[in-house]
């Protein structure tokens, strides 16, 4: 069962962080036709085009990317579901419909919380990686602008030492934290 439980996380994390990436993106208001806007938009078209076209014309025609967050959400609850069908085959027991339906919506909270945390440490990996190794990638300057909205605040209250910024790695250990409180 571990091995099923570690192929839905990994299906659904690059789904629901792609999803994430999409609102992110949009809400920077940073072009998806750069990478990895590209590779969100492959990933998530075949769910969030649809949804994008039952949702009401306000939402629709806002500047918040609405049709991606409802589409990270739906993907949490399906993979809520999927979660407790595999746990309740494992041998958990379930006394009522409410209760199934509370447990979808929890575990699917989590799972929302926990990728998003997963996604942003990652972009910070991969942004503080090509910092100093290839500082000419085109990646890297999509990723700056991901990135900057969340280190601005560190980087208020956490001077230079020695001429080495260190606001990714003080955020990675508090994104770190926040994952083992989730957790």
Do not use: H
């Amino acid at each position: 069962m571990r091995i099923a439980f570690f192929v839905l996380d990994t299906v659904f994390f690059v789904l629901v962080a792609s999803a994430l990436l999409r609102v992110w993106m949009n809400q920077l208001q940073v072009k998806l036709t750069q990478q990895p806007g590209v590779f969100a938009m492959a990933v998530t078209d075949w769910l969030v085009n649809p949804v994008r076209g039952i949702l009401p014309k306000p939402l629709r025609q806002s500047q918040a990317d609405w049709g991606s967050l409802m589409a990270a959400v739906l993907l949490c609850l399906a993979y809520g579901g999927v979660w407790l069908m595999l746990s309740l085959g494992s041998g958990a027991s379930v006394s009522s419909l409410v209760t199934v339906g509370l447990a979808i919506v929890a575990v699917a909270l989590k799972f929302l919380l926990r990728t998003a945390l997963q996604a942003f440490m990652f972009m910070l990996l991969a942004y503080a990686v090509l910092s100093w190794t290839r500082s000419d990638s085109p990646v890297l300057s999509t990723l700056d602008r991901l990135c900057e909205p969340l280190l601005r605040p560190v980087r208020r209250w956490v001077p230079l030492l020695g001429g080495v910024d260190l606001s990714v790695l003080i955020l990675v250990v508090l994104l770190q934290i926040g994952l083992m409180w989730v957790g």
